[in-house]
Structure formats: C-alpha cells, structure tokens
Nanobody, 131 residues
Framework: VQLQASGGGLVQAGGSLRLSCAAS????????MAWFRQAPGKEREFVAA????????PYADSVRGRFTISRDNAKKTMYLQMNSLKPEDTAVYYCAVEGVDDSTGTYYYTPSSNSIQYDYWGQGTLVTVSS
C-alpha cells in the first residue's frame, strides 16, 4: 500500500482545511485507516480513524466536534475535514493503514488509536495554524 497525503497549509485560527490521503496498491475498501499528527518536539498522536466501511469513526478528545474523517472507497481516498482550527492543531499530519488482527487474519472491528497497529504510512502534510 502506498499513501499520499495532501491538503496541508497555513491557515488562521478559526479557519478550515481539508486533508486528503490517496491510496494505491491493495484493495482500498478492505482496510481501516487513520490520521495521526506530530507537533514539533512532541510525540506522534492519534487524531481520528475510520473503519473499512466508514461505519466506525473514533476521534481524539482534542478534535472531536471540530474534525470529521471520511472516505470514498471508489476514489481510494480518505479525508480529514478540519474546522475551527486552533494554533495547537499545528503539526505534520500523517495518514496510515491499520494492520490485521494476527489471531484472525481480519481487520479489527473498530480501528485502533495506537500507532503501533498501523503498518503503512504516508509522508505527511504540514498544517500550520496562526493565532
């Protein structure tokens, strides 16, 4: 699986951006995906995830109600709509594909917030929110 993240940029606080993650390779509609972010000097953190069907979408508390994750399986693309952006949202945003449950060989019912469970990563796109 190859992932290409895009859509980052500079925006003022209160503004919006939409990130995209285009995938190629394996069947896009069969795996769970997620967005993570890493701010300067901080560890990578979970933002949001989406199950293969789009039915389950866990969010980090810090973004719930402001960010919306979605996917278009026909276009092999995942999105992150970010509204009401804050300076603390400044980070490099990464998209990722979750691995399978080794005990069953299938994808997890609900995608994980733990980066260790993600096997494929995009290159990241920088989001800068000015105050």
């Amino acid at each position: 699986v190859q992932l290409q993240a895009s859509g980052g940029g500079l925006v003022q606080a209160g503004g919006s951006l939409r990130l995209s993650c285009a995938a190629s390779g394996r069947t896009f509609s069969s795996y769970n995906m997620a967005w993570f972010r890493q701010a300067p000097g901080k560890e990578r953190e979970f933002v949001a995830a989406i199950s293969w069907s789009g039915a389950r979408t866990p969010y980090a508390d810090s973004v719930r109600g402001r960010f919306t994750i979605s996917r278009d399986n026909a276009k092999k693309t995942m999105y992150l709509q970010m509204n009401s952006l804050k300076p603390e949202d400044t980070a490099v945003y990464y998209c990722a594909v979750e691995g399978v449950d080794d005990s069953t060989g299938t994808y997890y019912y609900t995608p994980s917030s733990n980066s260790i469970q993600y096997d494929y990563w995009g290159q990241g796109t920088l989001v800068t929110v000015s105050s």
